[in-house]
């Protein structure tokens, strides 16, 4: 079964744009997480769809969205980009993420390495 | 808010030798724990997941285990070899599909 994958593997982008990232998660899963990670602030959360819907949300600003497809797949979208920005971000896969069942096991991508000059 | 530490920040061992990696965390109402491993410039790999009504789970070499009710669980691996030396990291769930993680533990396996 092939994993987690994301697109493109590495970016690089100036102040002041807009960059957009997918993720393809396992087949059979419908929650996709996404994470951002520097060497400051470690792993963070950034948010979490299920069927198309957003489950939940971390503290980051509204330049950050993202959406779900039907088909699971999901993209998120960094805007008016700042030079903080840049990290590696990651995505993330599971069964259906249905808390305490054994389906909530996080299956990680390569990532995407953002560069904002 | 739900806060995940981890010690040692970084451990240099020889091979063969048996170790211990810790992980607190500061709200026991969590789910699950999961333990990661990260190779320089890649993504996470799932190594162990334990549900809150666990109190271990073993693979292989590696065994980890939960108290909950002190905030606490290590990841012990077993006769370590140079192919373990990674970034290990604990991840908390108490919300699906958030995981809070810790800052990591930084493995060098000597040969």
């Known amino acids: 079964k092939a994993g987690v994958t994301q697109t493109p593997r590495y970016l690089i982008k100036t102040r002041g744009q807009q960059v957009t990232l997918s993720c393809s998660p396992i087949?059979?899963?419908?929650?996709v997480s996404w994470y951002q990670q520097t060497p400051g602030q470690g792993l963070q959360f950034l948010f979490e769809y299920f069927s198309e819907t957003q489950r939940n949300k971390g503290n980051f600003p509204g330049r950050f969205s993202g959406r779900q497809f039907s088909n699971s797949r999901s993209e998120m979208n960094v805007s008016t980009l700042e030079l903080g920005d840049s990290a590696l971000y990651l995505c993330?896969?599971?069964?259906?993420?249905?808390?305490?069942?054994?389906?909530?096991?996080?299956?990680f991508g390569p990532g995407t390495r953002l560069t904002v000059l | 808010k739900q806060e995940v530490t981890q010690i040692p920040a970084a451990l240099s061992v020889p091979e063969g030798e048996n170790l211990v990696l810790n992980c607190s965390f500061t709200?026991?109402?969590?789910?699950?724990l999961q333990w990661f491993r990260q190779d320089p410039g890649k993504g996470l790999t799932s190594l162990l997941l334990i549900q809150s009504s666990q109190r271990e789970q073993t693979s292989g070499r590696l065994n980890a285990s939960l108290d909950k009710s002190s905030g606490r669980s290590t990841l012990y691996i077993a006769a370590s070899q140079p192919g373990d030396s990674a970034t290990y990291l604990c991840a908390v769930s108490s919300q699906g599909g958030k995981l809070i993680f810790g800052q990591g533990t930084e493995l060098s396996v000597k040969p």
């Open positions: 993330a896969s599971s069964l259906v993420g249905r808390l305490g069942t054994g389906t909530d096991t996080q299956y």
């Open positions: 087949s059979g899963h419908r929650s």
């Open positions: 709200d026991s109402a969590i789910y699950n």
